[in-house]
């Protein structure tokens, strides 16, 4: 069964400064993976997904993500972080052939000045 | 494209009334989600359809809720009779496997419920 662990629910970084957000997954069968992003009162916006093109997929606002098999992580990263990234992140998978994702619990950015 | 349409934005109601969610899916898609979010449960699929047929509604707390899809392009999450724990950012998200065959989901702005 197709499953999601963020580590970390609240994450601080200084403005500038590398941000990592955790994602584990476990999956039976290649995974279709996400980011989203949920700004303050907002819905999700989706980030990135995983196409299995490249291990190494660019997002929106300078956020990428590495898909790591040996490790099933798919870590979202962005080296420099803006006071606007502040927000809150969910990973998730896509249940096999289904619709319905399946997502982390969610890992809050703080930006400090 | 407008995106996913969702009202009201926002709606306070007193304890025992019926309230409506209202969602319009983005056009073409044929899969449609209700997701519940609250601070102490995080993000919760409550039932999503496919085609305008329920596929999933495991999510659905009790049978006070009731969600229907009579179209393509409109969708209704009921509860009746509302609960002050019913409180919650109910989201409506819609996909298509036609247009992706990652079949990413689309979310809508959110209705924020209040049930004093």
């Known amino acids: 069964a197709q499953s999601v662990t963020q580590l970390g629910s609240h994450v601080s970084v200084s403005e500038g400064a590398l941000v990592l957000l955790r994602c584990n997954y476990s999956?039976?069968?290649?995974?279709?993976l996400f980011w989203y992003v949920q700004y303050p009162n907002q819905g999700l916006q989706l980030l990135l997904k995983?196409?299995?093109?490249?291990?190494l997929v660019k997002g929106i606002n300078g956020f990428e993500a590495e898909f790591k098999k040996s490790e099933t992580s798919f870590h979202l990263t962005k080296p420099s972080a803006h006071m606007s990234d502040a927000a809150e992140y969910f990973c998730?998978?896509?249940?096999?052939?289904?619709?319905?994702?399946?997502f982390g619990k969610g890992t809050k950015l703080s930006v400090k000045p | 494209d407008a995106g996913v349409i969702q009202s009201p934005r926002h709606e306070v109601t007193e304890m025992g009334q019926e309230v409506t969610l209202r969602c319009k899916p983005i056009s073409g898609h044929d899969y449609l989600f209700w997701y519940r979010q609250t601070m102490m449960r995080g993000l919760e699929l409550l039932i999503y359809f496919n085609n305008n047929v329920p596929i999933d509604d495991s999510g659905m707390p009790e049978d006070r809720f009731s969600a229907k899809m009579p179209n393509a392009s409109f969708s209704t999450l009921k509860i009746q009779p509302s609960e002050p724990r019913d409180s919650a950012v109910y989201f409506c998200?819609?996909?298509?496997?036609?247009?992706?065959?990652?079949?990413?989901?689309?979310f809508g702005p959110g209705t924020r419920l209040t049930v004093l």
């Open positions: 995983y196409t299995s093109a490249a291990t």
């Open positions: 998730a998978v896509r249940r096999g052939s289904q619709g319905n994702l399946i």
């Open positions: 999956s039976s069968v290649p995974p279709y």
């Open positions: 998200a819609s996909s298509s496997l036609l247009a992706s065959s990652y079949n990413e989901q689309f």
